[in-house]
């Protein structure tokens, strides 16, 4: 067996030599199928189209008719996009090909580019069918493809089949366990990373993806074991590093995170946001002159991040520089005007300078964007009233629950404006009940602000009748 593979090879090198002086020669000689096939495949597997395409061209011309060599032309056509002569082609060859896999496995491809699923899955099953030792590479290819496309649980039944026929494929386990993965099914997908990594320990792939999916699921110290592996078998993993470092923030971890992201810098080119985010971390820990240190180096890099300029803004309100926290806001909202929470930072810049007005109107535009921030909302009704000794609450708070009558914050601020300001407990009543009915979470921010309206026993009342509901 090993003699005759020897001597197939010498003679595909044999005819690829031949083609080669021939071309150089600027001549035509006679080549049979299996040698045309053999240049074909050379020239094909080193990415080189025009070449493969050449050969191709001769050997149609001088077999018009052979099957083998119209699959070949098919499959090459279709990677150029010319989908509807490749498909006529395989159907035409297919009768005769029908043992052939690159057959079916094309038209599935097709098939895929059509967004025709059904028949795409009805012919790789096909190609499955008709496979046979290199069944495992079949079943990888496919599921490739049907990855490619997002078809992640179509392309799961695959690997499946797959991991049937090679328990320890280390390639199958992979895209398994990303399959799985996007398609949510965090706890399986890791069972089988781990599968991988019994395969092949050192699979830094593998760990990585570990580290990833512990994050979404917010186990933020399994994420930051799974990234530390990572980076013993690659110490230069760049996104490990920066992934260890947002873990570590949601961790509470500020300075350890510091020190991950400041790996990253080592070794990434793609730096800004790494800065940012160091900037956001020396802001937590109340390291505001560090925490400028390292906006401004973003900004450097990156001065249309309007991120960056809204964090150098924040940490100069924290150490009382309100006017220029203000100019670092004003740049942000220049970048991004429709991030509410730009609009609410201004306003608190501008309340701090005695700007009740201009603050009042900032608030606004954040709650035009957002009309959710239900402190943002008490914030506003505070300003209104100060501002307007004849300020109309109650048409204030009918405007807004028309206006955004699907919105809990609103009814909430409504319930409130009635008990607190207008005193009128069973309009508050029905307010709290209309907001409740949306959403519950905006008790957190009444308790926080307002916290005698949670005290008083027809407001509890309401409150367990609709907990009780529920």
Not at 36 to 43: G, L
Not at 48 to 77: C, D, F, M, R, Y
Not at 293 to 298: A, L
Not at 382 to 402: C, G, M, Q, R, S
Request: charged share 25%; hydrophobic share 40%; proline share 2%.
């Amino acid at each position: 067996m090993q003699d005759f593979l020897h001597a197939s090879h010498d003679e595909a090198l044999q005819a690829i030599e031949r083609y080669e002086k021939m071309i150089s020669a600027d001549k035509i000689e006679f080549f049979d199928v299996h040698q045309i096939e053999s240049i074909y495949d050379f020239y094909f597997d080193k990415n080189l189209p025009e070449q493969a395409e050449k050969i191709l061209t001769i050997g149609l011309a001088q077999h018009p008719n052979s099957s083998s060599l119209l699959v070949k032309k098919a499959v090459l056509i279709a990677e150029n996009g010319e989908y509807d002569e490749a498909l006529n082609i395989l159907k035409a060859v297919a009768p005769i090909e029908s043992s052939n896999t690159d057959v079916m496995m094309t038209l599935g491809w097709i098939m895929l580019q059509k967004n025709n699923i059904h028949k795409a899955i009805k012919y790789f099953w096909k190609a499955v069918d008709i496979a046979y030792e290199d069944k495992a590479d079949i079943l990888l290819e496919i599921s490739y493809n049907l990855n490619q496309h997002e078809l992640y649980l179509e392309s799961i039944n695959f690997l499946k089949t797959l991991l049937e026929v090679e328990p320890n494929n280390e390639n199958g386990l992979f895209e398994y366990a990303y399959s799985l993965d996007k398609v949510l099914e965090y706890e399986k997908s890791i069972e089988v990373y781990k599968k991988l990594l019994d395969v092949n320990p050192f699979s830094e792939n593998g760990w990585y993806n570990i580290g990833i999916i512990h994050n979404k699921l917010g186990n933020y110290f399994e994420a930051c074991k799974a990234y530390d592996f990572t980076i013993a078998i690659n110490p230069y993993h760049e996104e490990a590093y920066f992934n260890k470092g947002n873990s570590l923030v949601q961790s509470g971890c500020f300075k350890e995170a510091i020190d991950s992201y400041t790996e990253h810098i080592t070794h990434s080119k793609d730096i800004g946001l790494t800065y940012q985010y160091i900037a956001d971390c020396w802001e937590q820990l109340g390291n505001y002159d560090m925490a400028i240190r390292f906006y401004q180096i973003t900004i450097k890099i990156l001065p249309k991040q309007a991120d960056a300029w809204y964090g150098m803004g924040t940490t100069l309100m924290e150490k009382a520089n309100f006017s220029s926290g203000l100019q670092a806001i004003d740049q942000a909202i220049s970048i991004n005007p429709v991030n509410a929470d730009y609009w609410f930072a201004h306003a608190r810049g501008l309340f701090e300078l005695d700007k009740a007005e201009d603050a009042s109107r900032s608030l606004e535009n954040g709650l035009n964007i957002d009309p959710n921030e239900l402190t943002g909302w008490f914030e506003l009704l505070k300003l209104k009233i100060v501002l307007n000794d004849n300020f109309d609450i109650a048409d204030y708070t009918n405007t807004l629950t028309e206006r955004y009558n699907e919105t809990a914050a609103v009814h909430y601020l409504s319930a409130i404006a009635q008990y607190h300001y207008l005193k009128n407990t069973p309009l508050a009543l029905i307010a709290l009940d209309n907001a409740l009915n949306i959403d519950t979470d905006g008790l957190k921010d009444i308790e926080e602000d307002y916290p005698d309206f949670l005290k008083d026993e027809a407001i509890q009342q309401v409150i367990k009748s609709r907990s009780e509901q529920e």
